[in-house]
């Protein structure tokens, strides 16, 4: 192989070799940098997102729990004697009681209801006063006597009863539950929260005065996707931004790499001209020369003797060798006369 070809690539492999592996480990560290970024935006944005929405199914219920403090407050003005099964009969009792909440276009909204609770005779009771999804005729039942929520829907049940836990001074209890859909029977998780109101009324069922509740729940992930308007989850489509970003961060990436061997084979191209003109064209007219006198021309000018490199050092080993080599002639050729 000639020198030139050698030298030629000694200077692809240190010139495009490194620059290849350059962009593997960077694309490499890009790849690794999105997974990281996307688990890791998964899961704050999915702890926000519940959070907020399970801050929003708890201001649902206090707002409607207000709503319906006022209103009742007025009827038991009117009508000290008020029962659960008045406010039951009562249409604009129901109106406010009875609301529907979130994307107005989803295809399932969340909903309130109201109820009845406390304790009765040493027993935590609670008494479904009117709830949207549910057949009338459960109505001003008893969640565990008649409905039985203590055996088909338990988690449901003991949040039902926990706000109960301390009767004079009620607080809202919000939690988890499987909830079985009285349509289609599916079990569903959701989100309630139910808030106590200031206002003790008297119920046929416990035939007892007791705390008038509001509650309600919801699909959290379910709520935000109407709400987004977005059919994956909220988290995944923050992650699919990043994906996005990082794409054009590839891609720039791609293009930052193009241009460096663009400039890597300017670089070659100048260092093959480089190394032809003035290192191995010199070395093959030098070599040419040494040719020529060992030929027998020995008046044959040695090229590139002004040179301060290497080549000159070759060229001025070549001239004393022509200056020798003449002498020695020329002595030869006198003593042969």
């Known amino acids: 192989m000639k020198l030139s070809m050698k030298i030629l690539v000694i200077v692809v492999l240190a010139s495009i070799v490194p620059l290849a592996v350059l962009a593997q480990l960077t694309l490499m560290g ?28 708890y201001m649902k219920a206090q707002d409607v729990a207000f709503q319906v403090q006022t209103y009742v407050n007025m009827k038991m003005k009117e009508n000290p004697n008020l029962t659960t099964r008045d ?37 935590k009771r609670a008494v479904i006063v009117a709830h949207p999804t549910l057949p009338q005729n459960y ?39 499987t909830w079985i859909e009285p349509a289609t029977k599916e079990a569903v998780r959701k989100y309630l929260c139910h808030y106590p109101t200031t206002i003790k009324i008297y119920d046929p069922v416990l035939q007892d005065k007791q705390w008038l509740v509001v509650g309600t729940a919801a699909y959290i992930d379910g709520y935000f996707q109407d709400l987004m308007k977005n059919p994956r989850n909220p988290s995944e489509n923050i992650a699919s931004e990043v ?19 663009a400039i ?26 040494a040719d020529k006198i060992s030929a027998g021309e020995m008046d044959t000018e040695v090229p590139h003797q002004d040179r301060d490199d290497e080549i000159g050092i070759l ?22 006369k």
């Open 30 to 57: 890009l790849v690794k940098f999105s997974d990281d970024a996307k688990e890791g935006v998964m899961s704050v944005s999915q702890q926000y997102l519940t959070k907020a929405g399970e801050n929003v199914v």
């Open 139 to 177: 109505w001003d039942l008893d969640v565990g006597y008649h409905l039985k929520w203590n055996e088909t829907m338990p988690e449901l049940y003991n949040l039902i009863l926990k706000i109960s836990e301390n009767p004079e001074a009620m607080q809202p209890v919000c939690g988890y539950f």
């Open 87 to 123: 406010l039951i009969n009562d249409p604009e009792f129901l109106k406010i009681a009875l609301q529907s909440w979130g994307a107005k276009d989803a295809p399932a909204r969340e909903y309130t209801w109201v109820g009845v609770g406390g304790i009765v005779r040493g027993e």
């Open 264 to 289: 890597a084979v300017v670089f070659i191209a100048v260092l093959i001209y480089f190394t032809n003109s003035k290192i191995t064209a010199p070395i093959v007219e030098i070599s040419k020369t």
């Open 315 to 336: 060229s001025k080993s070549i001239e004393r060798l022509r200056r020798s080599l003449k002498v020695a002639m020329q002595s030869l050729e006198e003593a042969l």
């Open 243 to 261: 994906d996005k970003s990082l794409e054009n961060a590839a891609n720039q990436v791609y293009v930052n790499l193009a241009i460096a061997f």
